[in-house]
């Protein structure tokens, strides 16, 4: 068993809701988007060294490199357009 918990979901359910909400919102263009969105997968881990190996594990398959934000954070994100994919590392102190 792995150091790290990836808070991951249902991929079908979200790649379905994904196209619902595209489709909701090209059927109705009075409907306001954001400038910007973002899309987090959280790595749970107690010790730093597992907390990157997990951020690591979900940033390889989108070809950008886990950075050390500070304070025990990790982050890695790739951009699509103006939506953001990523996945972060939150040391163990800051999760509720």
Do not use: C
């Amino acid at each position: 068993m792995s150091d790290y918990v990836i808070r991951s979901g249902d991929r079908a359910a979200f790649l379905a809701g994904l196209r619902e909400l595209v489709d909701f919102l090209t059927a109705n263009p009075a409907v306001v988007v954001p400038r910007h969105a973002s899309v987090i997968v959280l790595v749970d881990a107690s010790d730093s060294a597992a907390r990157r190996h997990g951020v690591e594990l979900v940033a390889a398959p989108l070809g950008v490199p886990a950075e050390d934000i500070g304070r025990g954070y990790l982050d890695a994100r790739r951009d699509f357009g103006p939506i953001s994919y990523g996945v972060a590392g939150i040391p163990p102190e800051e999760r509720q």
